[in-house]
Nanobody, 122 residues
Framework: QVQLVESGGGLVQAGGSLRLSCVAS????????MGWYRQAPGKQRELVAV???????NYVDSVKGRFTISRDNAKNTVYLQMNNLNPEDTAVYYC????????????????WGKGTPVTVSS
């Protein structure tokens, strides 16, 4: 089992910044991919950014140049630095991981955190 706990959300004015963190814990020794998704009210959940264990990153077009995803494999933690926030970034942000490697092998599922809300006021 893997538990993901997010932190760092909150209320910020447009143009401001926030840094989200997500710590993974459980019985594993490595995680291939860690990422952030978001779900705004009345909208479907969307991928924001993902990072592989080797550091390769991918972003949704709407956040490129403003958000940066990073991870500390030793701490099983993934971060999302969000700069120049705008009201369209308001959503609940969820941490996700897949490719969890354990002593019995690669787990065939992904895991989700409970989410942290981000509200950007205009």
């Amino acid at each position: 089992q893997v538990q993901l706990v997010e932190s760092g959300g909150g209320l910020v004015q447009a143009g401001g910044s926030l840094r989200l963190s997500c710590v993974a814990s459980g019985s594993f020794f490595a995680i291939d991919d860690m990422g952030w998704y978001r779900q705004a009210p009345g909208k479907q959940r969307e991928l924001v950014a993902v990072i592989t264990s080797g550091g390769t990153t991918n972003y949704v077009d709407s956040v490129k140049g403003r958000f940066t995803i990073s991870r500390d494999n030793a701490k099983n933690t993934v971060y999302l630095q969000m700069n120049n926030l705008n009201p369209e970034d308001t959503a609940v942000y969820y941490c996700n991981c897949e490719g969890v490697r354990t002593r019995v092998g690669l787990l065939n599922r992904d895991y989700w955190g409970k989410g942290t809300p981000v509200t950007v006021s205009s």
